[in-house]
Structure formats: C-alpha cells, structure tokens
C-alpha cells in the first residue's frame, strides 16, 4: 500500500511538471514568469533586428523598392540585390535612391513585403 502511494505521488508530480513544461515553457521562479518558448524569442529577435540596406529603385506608383542588402536574418535571405513589394506606399515617402536603409521584410508565399523601412543613421 505504501509503494502505491509514493507511485501515485511520484506520478502526479511527473505530471505536473510535464503540463507545465508543454504549455510553452513558462516557467514561475521567486513569483516572476520566465517564458522559454524557442519560436517567440526567435520571432521577437528578428523583429528587432532590421536588415541593412541600399535603395537602388523606387516605384511609388506600382509600391516596389529594389534593395541592396545584406542577410536578412527574419526571412533567412542571403546577401543580393532585389525587388520588394512595401505594405504601404507612403513609406516610399521621404526616401531616394542611394539612401542607406534599415527594414524589416516578412515572407507570405513566394512574395517578401517591406513592412517598415528607415534611413540608416
């Protein structure tokens, strides 16, 4: 009887923690959340890191912008030279060829989209 209780025990406690553990990683230290879900920090770290650029081309009527670029991390792109649609053709506002840029792309399908864009400092 007493080895059923400890196994009932130990295997409630296993439970526990696994349902802890799959429901994405949260885990509660001292009364503060630390969240280890691998696809969030991903995401978030992308986000935050924008992509280097150059414009070589800017189409405000068709919202088009060619960039020169390094890698960009978020949609795993090497280095090249491309066309990009923008989500929105006023950010096309303010900026030229040849203007170092800062931006953030997001992939849907085959098609990369400029979701923001800034001149590099």
Aim: hydrophobic share 35%.
């Amino acid at each position: 009887m007493k080895n059923t209780l400890k196994l009932s025990a130990i295997a409630l406690a296993l439970l526990g923690t696994s349902a802890a553990y799959a429901n994405d990683h949260t885990v509660h230290v001292g009364g503060h959340e630390h969240n280890h879900g691998a696809k969030e920090a991903k995401a978030s770290a992308a986000s935050a890191e924008m992509a280097d650029g150059e414009i070589r081309k800017i189409n405000k009527n068709t919202g088009k912008i060619t960039v020169k670029h390094g890698e960009i991390k978020s949609v795993e792109m090497p280095p090249m030279t491309m066309v990009f649609g923008v989500s929105d053709k006023a950010m096309l506002e303010g900026l030229k060829e040849g203007d170092k840029v800062k931006f953030n792309v997001k992939q849907e399908g085959s098609n990369y989209t400029v979701t923001e864009i800034k001149k590099a400092n």
